[in-house]
């Protein structure tokens, strides 16, 4: 499984591309990346906030032929982008359900996953949000970013890259 890479320089927010290239095309496997997004989603309707030189990818895939359940996709989704961040940093990395993940108690990363129907194929949309540079206050919820938790800058091409790597080398298991 190969994902095909779009990149853009600013979205509405990366899921709403992916189902817009869902539609228009017949593409079963992609990468939407953006350098900064603006009306990004959470879970519930809620607003992600999208700081520039931050993380915003959505992967999409069709999952018709897939051997496992969506609830179980759902959590390896969390897992993969969880195993993309003990790459860079060595500590206890919780998974809060459904689907955010935490560094000493504080959000480092959001998942938001939507399914989408075309023409009888079912598509899984993947978007998260990591923050990378700068992270949100968000009152009664406290946030961090990955650079201040490791001290260094990280490349976000390094990041986009593994994240690709990690992600088509494990859901290819699941593909039937």
């Not at 190969?2 to 593409?27: D, L």
């Not at 895939?61 to 897992?79: A, M, R, V």
Request: glycine share 4%; charged share 25%; aromatic share 14%.
């Amino acid at each position: 499984m190969k994902f095909k890479v779009f990149r853009f320089k600013k979205v509405s927010s990366t899921n709403n591309t992916a189902i817009r290239i869902i539609n228009s095309s017949n593409i079963n496997y992609g990468m939407i990346i953006s350098e900064n997004q603006i009306k990004g989603r959470g879970q519930y309707g809620k607003k992600w906030i999208s700081y520039k030189g931050n993380l915003f990818i959505s992967f999409f895939y069709n999952i018709e032929n897939f051997t496992i359940s969506l609830k179980k996709l759902t959590y390896i989704n969390c897992i993969l982008v969880k195993k993309l961040l003990s790459h860079y940093y060595k500590n206890k990395i919780i998974l809060k359900k459904p689907n955010d993940l935490l560094i000493d108690k504080k959000k480092i990363c959001g998942i938001l996953q939507e399914t989408f129907i075309k023409h009888s194929k079912k598509y899984l949309v993947v978007g998260i949000g990591l923050n990378l540079i700068k992270n949100p206050y968000i009152k009664n919820y406290p946030t961090t970013n990955l650079c201040d938790l490791i001290k260094k800058k990280i490349s976000k091409k390094e990041i986009e890259n593994k994240i690709k790597k990690i992600f088509e080398y494990k859901l290819k298991k699941f593909y039937n």
